[in-house]
Each structure stands twice: as structure tokens, then as C-alpha cells.
């Protein structure tokens, strides 16, 4: 069952409540780069990434906020730490979200500045508490970055900002360690009625990355709790966004676009199944192909087609060829090598 939260306006996406959990990313690219931020802020957005991030370390820095508001329709995030000015700065350049610590920069009339500004424009705010990186006095309290102490540290800050009355609040609360965020995130949404952005920090490279953040990404949603998701890879922000959609789909989640479901093989294999499946993919992923398919790729005739008999489309191999089934109806043969089976299926599915 879905844990309802507040629902928070960022540009023209909405979280929370029942809405979809929206997916974002954070571009790498050097702040100073303005051509090469807005160009792979056109690239996640065409991956299908519905908000995206951005440092803004101090404020002249905000001038990238600007440019990307001007190539892409997808709400931006200025992401501050410790400079409340860059903050300003960002929201006159447009921002649609402020991800800050109030706790982080200083006096509380630089909170009141940052939580008066954002009020005035209707912009919400992120509390990014991470693991690695909490305040002394709390760390001191517990010993170690567990989930009570960050739970402390994310009501610390949305108190800083509720006592100058802003509550257009959004809350992450992320570690690297799998279990402890899980239950950091499931202590705070017993807590807090703010919309949770969730991930795990530090995720590491595409294999480990994709693991740990299926594992506690999928799982909070399977539980309920999540609003927006960050799937943080070691990899370009593009993989991020795929990550992100790969892990709603596999948690149930409707999703648009194809999922391609393939067998690991055996022996009984006669045909180049994994190399098929991977060019399918890449394939349906370079057109932007947005229907949501079921494609199953089977690797033999003997159980492949009973065994994805719930999908849209599949095939399943024989030598140098591949029998087309359509929502569990054998069709004909495809023949010929890997690319001409790819070719075939590839037609096919567009007329469906």
C-alpha cells in the first residue's frame, strides 16, 4: 500500500499523494561547461528523465540554472551546499527546486532569506541528509551514522525551515549502506508527512551500483515509501535514468516503454540468443520506443513460448532461425543471422 505524502509542486511535475514516482538525475559535467551541462541535460531528458539536478557551488554558478531552463521542459534543481547566496541565485535564474541543508549555511538569517525567497516563488526545498556526512553534535550523540541519528538529522533541518513557516518540503535520506538506509526511510516516513526522495548514495560503478540500489530503491517502493527517485551510478546520468525506470518496472510500478524479458539460456540454445536480446534493447532504446510491451527473446522452441506465454511479442530460436509468437499465437519463422532476426522482430513490434 502506498504511503501518501504531502504533494509537492516542482516545475510542472508533481510528487506525492498518489502521483507517479517520478525519476531524476544529476548531470556531471563542470559547472563552469555551460554548453556541455545543457547538452547532457538534453540527453536525460530525452532518456525520459522527468527532473534533473544541478551544482551550483556559488552564484554565478546560477547561469547554468538559466540555460538549462531554456533547452529542456523538464523541471531543474539547483543543488547547494553551504553558500545560501548561490541558493538566491539560483531561484532568480529560475530553479524549481533548492536542494540545501538549512543546518549548512549559516545563520538563521540566511535560512529565513533561502525559505522567504523560495515561499515567494513557490518553490520547494530539498533536505538531503546523508550518511556520511551528519552533523557533529548528532554523530556524537550516536556513535555512527545509524538510521536514528540521520532520522534526528532530517528533523533538524525541516524544523530550521518550518519555524520561518516553510513547509514546501521534499526529504531524502541516504547511505551507502543498503540496510541502514531502508530503515532510515521507513523510520522517517512513520515521521514526516513530507514526500520522500529516496536512493542509495555512493551506489558505485553500473554492476554494484544497479544491485544496491535495486535491492533498497525497489524495495521502499515495494513497501510503499517513495515519492522520487536518484539511481546514483559511477556512470553517465542517461544510465542513471534507465536504472531508475528498469527498477519501477521490476517493483510493479506502470512504466512506459518496453520491458524485454529473456531466458539465461542452456544447451538447448541454437541460436545467438543473447546477442539478439541485447540488440533488441539497444535498439528499442535508440528510437525511444515509449509503448509498453511485453518482448520476451526465449532461447529455444521446446519451452520458449509456453514460458513467456503473458507476453506481447517473442520469439524463440532454432539454427538460423526464430519462431515469431504473438500474445502466445505462433505467427511464422523469422530466418537468417542475428542481424536479420533483429531486423524482423524489430518490424514487428512496431506494428503492434
Same mark, same amino acid.
Not at 152 to 157: D, P
Not at 279 to 305: S, T, W, Y
Given at each position: 500500500m502506498r504511503k501518501l505524502k504531502k504533494v509537492v509542486k516542482i516545475g510542472n511535475i508533481a510528487i506525492g499523494g498518489t502521483n507517479p514516482v517520478a525519476v531524476q538525475t544529476m548531470l556531471n559535467v563542470p559547472v563552469k561547461d555551460i554548453a556541455g551541462n545543457v547538452a547532457q541535460a538534453k540527453r536525460v531528458a530525452e !532518456?525520459?528523465?522527468?527532473?534533473?539536478?544541478?551544482?551550483?557551488?556559488? +552564484?554565478?554558478?546560477?547561469?547554468?540554472?538559466?540555460?538549462?531552463?531554456? !533547452? /529542456?521542459?523538464? +523541471? /531543474?534543481?539547483?543543488?547547494?551546499?553551504?553558500?545560501?547566496?548561490?541558493?538566491? !541565485?539560483?531561484?532568480d535564474a529560475g530553479?524549481?527546486?533548492?536542494?540545501?541543508?538549512?543546518?549548512?549555511?549559516?545563520?538563521?538569517?540566511?535560512?529565513? @532569506? /533561502?525559505?522567504?525567497?523560495?515561499?515567494? $516563488?513557490n518553490v520547494p526545498i530539498r533536505i538531503g541528509v546523508n550518511g556520511g556526512s551528519l552533523e557533529k553534535h548528532i554523530l556524537a550523540k550516536y556513535g555512527a551514522p545509524v538510521p536514528e541519528a540521520m532520522v534526528e538529522s532530517a528533523l533538524y533541518h525541516i524544523r530550521l525551515l518550518e519555524k520561518?513557516?516553510?513547509?514546501? #518540503?521534499?526529504?531524502?535520506? $541516504?547511505?551507502?549502506?543498503? +540496510?541502514r538506509m531502508m530503515a532510515a526511510y521507513r523510520?522517517?516516513?512513520?515521521?514526516c508527512d513530507y514526500p520522500l526522495h529516496v536512493g542509495v548514495t555512493e551506489?558505485?560503478?553500473?554492476?554494484?551500483?544497479?544491485?544496491?540500489?535495486?535491492?533498497?530503491?525497489g524495495g521502499l517502493l515495494m513497501e510503499g515509501i517513495g515519492d522520487t527517485l536518484r539511481v546514483s551510478l559511477t556512470d553517465e546520468p542517461e544510465q542513471e535514468v534507465l536504472?531508475?525506470?528498469?527498477?519501477?518496472?521490476?517493483?510493479?510500478? @506502470?512504466?512506459?516503454? +518496453?520491458e524485454i524479458i529473456s531466458c539465461p539460456t542452456c544447451g538447448r540454445t541454437q541460436y545467438p540468443m543473447t546477442d539478439i536480446a541485447k540488440k533488441v534493447?539497444?535498439?528499442?532504446? !535508440?528510437?525511444?520506443?515509449?509503448?509498453?510491451? $511485453?518482448?520476451? #527473446?526465449?532461447?529455444?522452441?521446446?519451452n520458449g513460448p509456453g514460458e513467456a506465454s503473458d507476453a506481447d511479442i517473442?520469439?524463440?530460436?532454432?539454427?538460423?532461425e526464430a519462431l515469431l509468437f504473438i500474445r502466445g499465437e505462433k505467427v511464422r519463422m523469422l530466418k537468417g543471422d542475428a542481424d536479420a532476426i533483429v531486423s524482423q522482430l524489430v518490424e514487428e513490434i512496431y506494428k503492434l
Amino acid at each position: 500500500m502506498r504511503k501518501l505524502k504531502k504533494v509537492v509542486k516542482i516545475g510542472n511535475i508533481a510528487i506525492g499523494g498518489t502521483n507517479p514516482v517520478a525519476v531524476q538525475t544529476m548531470l556531471n559535467v563542470p559547472v563552469k561547461d555551460i554548453a556541455g551541462n545543457v547538452a547532457q541535460a538534453k540527453r536525460v531528458a530525452e !532518456a525520459g528523465c522527468q527532473i534533473v539536478r544541478v551544482t551550483v557551488p556559488a +552564484p554565478e554558478d546560477a547561469a547554468v540554472v538559466a540555460a538549462i531552463k531554456e !533547452a /529542456v521542459d523538464i +523541471p /531543474v534543481v539547483a543543488d547547494i551546499h553551504f553558500n545560501y547566496k548561490a541558493a538566491l !541565485a539560483a531561484l532568480d535564474a529560475g530553479a524549481d527546486k533548492i536542494r540545501i541543508n538549512p543546518g549548512n549555511i549559516g545563520a538563521d538569517e540566511n535560512v529565513k @532569506a /533561502v525559505a522567504d525567497a523560495c515561499n515567494a $516563488k513557490n518553490v520547494p526545498i530539498r533536505i538531503g541528509v546523508n550518511g556520511g556526512s551528519l552533523e557533529k553534535h548528532i554523530l556524537a550523540k550516536y556513535g555512527a551514522p545509524v538510521p536514528e541519528a540521520m532520522v534526528e538529522s532530517a528533523l533538524y533541518h525541516i524544523r530550521l525551515l518550518e519555524k520561518h513557516d516553510f513547509d514546501n #518540503i521534499v526529504v531524502s535520506i $541516504k547511505s551507502s549502506n543498503v +540496510p541502514r538506509m531502508m530503515a532510515a526511510y521507513r523510520l522517517l516516513s512513520e515521521q514526516c508527512d513530507y514526500p520522500l526522495h529516496v536512493g542509495v548514495t555512493e551506489a558505485g560503478t553500473a554492476r554494484m551500483g544497479l544491485i544496491k540500489s535495486g535491492m533498497g530503491i525497489g524495495g521502499l517502493l515495494m513497501e510503499g515509501i517513495g515519492d522520487t527517485l536518484r539511481v546514483s551510478l559511477t556512470d553517465e546520468p542517461e544510465q542513471e535514468v534507465l536504472a531508475g525506470y528498469d527498477i519501477l518496472r521490476a517493483a510493479g510500478f @506502470a512504466v512506459a516503454g +518496453p520491458e524485454i524479458i529473456s531466458c539465461p539460456t542452456c544447451g538447448r540454445t541454437q541460436y545467438p540468443m543473447t546477442d539478439i536480446a541485447k540488440k533488441v534493447e539497444a535498439r528499442l532504446q !535508440a528510437d525511444h520506443f515509449k509503448k509498453p510491451l $511485453k518482448i520476451a #527473446i526465449m532461447g529455444c522452441i521446446v519451452n520458449g513460448p509456453g514460458e513467456a506465454s503473458d507476453a506481447d511479442i517473442g520469439i524463440a530460436g532454432g539454427k538460423d532461425e526464430a519462431l515469431l509468437f504473438i500474445r502466445g499465437e505462433k505467427v511464422r519463422m523469422l530466418k537468417g543471422d542475428a542481424d536479420a532476426i533483429v531486423s524482423q522482430l524489430v518490424e514487428e513490434i512496431y506494428k503492434l
